[in-house]
């Protein structure tokens, strides 16, 4: 998937049953950092290419990123039929514990409930996690629950919202062989 704006042009391009294989060059570390996370953890092969305003803020490259991310998820997963539907995740990290659970329910929603201990790690505005996942919900139509249960370190904390929101993801996309072919839900459709 390509996205062209006057502010980023991103491209994404993802295997979900790849080996957690990664190629990430975002133009902002810390997020690449993130997304080699779930890549690894959610055992998606993933390629994100991104250039930005950078010269501005981040705000723009990582809020389509996320969008970018989740229309490739949804075309990647399409009708939904076999898969468990839903997942969730509890990460540690040290003194970090954070908890998402996913839901492919065809609607966007987003809970989050992150208190960051501090605004920035390095260069990175903390604030940019929600844009992230606001972003790739809204486009992959999905509901996310992220709640960071406790955590004194910023990177930490993100650390773990990355890593539980991949093992979320790489339950709720596996095959669920009692279901084999047919959509998970009464409505016959997500």
Do not use: W
Not at 36 to 60: C, E, P, S
Not at 143 to 163: I, P, S, Y
């Amino acid at each position: 998937m390509s996205r062209d704006t006057a502010e980023t042009r991103i491209s994404v391009a993802l295997d979900l049953d790849g080996s957690g294989k990664a190629s990430l060059a975002t133009g902002v570390a810390f997020l690449d950092h993130m997304l080699d996370q779930v890549a690894r953890h959610a055992m998606i092969d993933l390629q994100v290419k991104a250039k930005g305003d950078l010269q501005v803020d981040a705000h723009h490259t990582v809020e389509d990123v996320g969008i970018t991310l989740g229309q490739a998820l949804a075309k990647a997963v399409g009708d939904k039929r076999g898969i468990r539907r839903y997942g969730h995740a509890y990460v540690p990290l040290d003194e970090a514990l954070s908890r998402v659970v996913v839901d492919f329910s065809g609607r966007p929603g987003l809970e989050f409930r992150v208190k960051f201990s501090r605004p920035l790690v390095g260069e990175f505005d903390v604030d940019l996690v929600h844009e992230f996942f606001q972003g790739f919900v809204n486009h992959a139509q999905v509901t996310l629950h992220v709640d960071n249960l406790c955590g004194d370190n910023a990177h930490h904390q993100c650390e773990t919202v990355f890593k539980a929101f991949a093992r979320a993801l790489r339950m709720a996309l596996e095959p669920d062989p009692r279901a084999a072919g047919i959509v998970p839900s009464t409505k016959g459709k997500l």
